[in-house]
T-cell receptor, first 114, second 114 residues
Framework: SQQGEEDPQALSIQEGENATMNCSYK?????LQWYRQNSGRGLVHLIL?????REKHSGRLRVTLDTSKKSSSLLITASRAADTASYFC??????????????FGTGTLLAVQP | KAGVTQTPRYLIKTRGQQVTLSCSPI?????VSWYQQTPGQGLQFLFE???????NKGNFPGRFSGRQFSNSRSEMNVSTLELGDSALYLC?????????????FGPGTRLLVL
């Protein structure tokens, strides 16, 4: 399976704390993206990092990418109860052709306690 | 702008039946992709369409098929349903289907096969 893996599988923290999720993938990539999913609903795009970038910020989100280790991490700072959701990394593999096919990781379930 | 819509939202079928799911992308978007989400296999890529052409296909049996119409709306069909086809089916749209475009997901169709 090409599917990536994420750890931890589940994470429980208090409001105001930081949450870090890690993602590992298997193939060469064009870019890596992070998505959030609330209670089995649709996915919401959070942030995209290109294969030639090492770090990216968006609001309270910080993403790092290490292509030599085929891994990425997502840091959510000053978490809120509303951040409670499942978080997925997804890679767009490098095919050399036109595609936006996403290969998803296994996901991390984040619970933020008020 | 209205988001991605999927119909129906919930569906119950019995083994051996067939089902058709519909996805209407965001107005102006020409690329539609489909994903299957199950507790066991996670999020898996089914198909990708751009301008009525299937550009990519996931590793699913031939019972799974899809198409895209000239107005960019897309349908996927599953014939001879099996219990294992019970899943949340998600579609996503993007403007031109480029690798670095944000994809917008619909709320999904939850299919239960009895």
């Amino acid at each position: 399976s090409q599917q990536g893996e994420e750890d931890p599988q589940a994470l429980s923290i208090q409001e105001g704390e930081n949450a870090t999720m890690n993602c590992s993938y298997k193939t060469s990539i064009n870019n890596l993206q992070w998505y959030r999913q609330n209670s089995g609903r649709g996915l919401v795009h959070l942030i995209l990092i290109r294969s030639n970038e090492r770090e990216k910020h968006s609001g309270r989100l910080r993403v790092t990418l290490d292509t030599s280790k085929k891994s990425s991490s997502l840091l959510i700072t000053a978490s809120r109860a509303a951040d409670t959701a499942s978080y997925f990394c997804a890679t767009v593999p490098f095919y050399g052709g036109a595609t936006n096919k996403l290969i998803f990781g296994t996901g991390t379930l984040l619970a933020v306690q008020p | 702008k209205a988001g991605v819509t999927q119909t129906p939202r919930y569906l119950i079928k019995t083994r051996g039946q067939q089902v058709t799911l519909s996805c209407s992308p965001i107005s102006g978007h020409r690329s539609v992709s489909w994903y299957q989400q199950t507790p066991g296999q996670g999020l898996q890529f089914l198909f990708e369409y751009f301008s009525e052409t299937q550009r990519n296909k996931g590793n699913f049996p031939g019972r799974f098929s899809g198409r895209q119409f000239s107005n960019s709306r897309s349908e996927m069909n599953v014939s001879t349903l099996e219990l294992g086809d019970s899943a949340l089916y998600l579609c996503a749209s993007s403007l031109e289907g480029r690798t670095e475009e944000t994809q917008y997901f619909g709320p999904g169709t939850r299919l239960l096969v009895l």
